[in-house]
């Protein structure tokens, strides 16, 4: 009985490290480079890199989720921005800022657990402190809406700590005034 207490407090403790863990793992880039060119000129080879074209519109709302990003993620039972989130929202105020006609609506989102009170709740916090930020960096109040979406909309199936860390986030996406 006394070996089965150990087992299971070990176990526990295992789970409790486990569910630390806060933010979703990077997603490896699924665009394949294009093939090098070269070219031999007498004895040599000459091996040079192509240059590429983004076919990228910029001002749109592929530049802006491509080339900016549009989701910070958050700790458990938090709405402190840390050092990536504010790098994130650094880029997004420095993109808004280059395009100011473009509104946005900053949607707060939390993992299943908790009550949907609690979660509504948390998701607006978490949207007002990305809001706040923006606003902070020179983006007029005015240009951003936010909306707490609770535990409603995830954007990851699943009932792990991968799932839940995904999301635990804020989702600013572009509602008007993106190029086509």
């Not at 630390?20 to 090098?36: E, F, L, M, Q």
């Not at 491509?66 to 990536?84: A, I, K, T």
């Not at 993109?95 to 946005?104: E, F, G, I, Q």
């Not at 949607?107 to 902070?136: F, I, W």
Request: hydrophobic share 40%; charged share 20%; aromatic share 6%.
């Amino acid at each position: 009985m006394h070996i089965l207490l150990k087992a299971s407090a070990a176990a526990a403790l295992l789970a409790a490290t486990a569910a630390c863990a806060s933010r979703p793992p990077p997603v490896a880039d699924p665009v394949t480079p294009p093939p090098v060119q070269e070219t031999v000129t007498g004895t040599e080879t000459v091996v040079t890199e192509p240059v590429q074209q983004s076919s990228i519109t910029p001002g749109s709302l592929e530049d802006f989720r491509v080339n900016v990003g549009e989701r910070v993620y958050f700790d458990l039972d938090q709405y402190r921005l840390d050092s990536d989130d504010q790098e994130i929202l650094k880029r997004q105020a420095a993109w808004l800022n280059a395009y100011p006609n473009v509104r946005v609506l900053v949607a707060g989102n939390a993992d299943e657990r908790g009550t949907r009170e609690y979660n509504l709740a948390l998701g607006e916090r978490r949207a007002s402190a990305a809001k706040d930020y923006l606003v902070s960096l020179g983006v007029s109040a005015s240009r951003i809406d936010t909306v707490s979406y609770g535990k409603e909309r995830p954007i990851a199936g699943g009932s792990n700590e991968q799932s839940w860390a995904m999301n635990r986030n804020a989702w600013t996406q572009i509602v008007s005034g993106a190029t086509s």
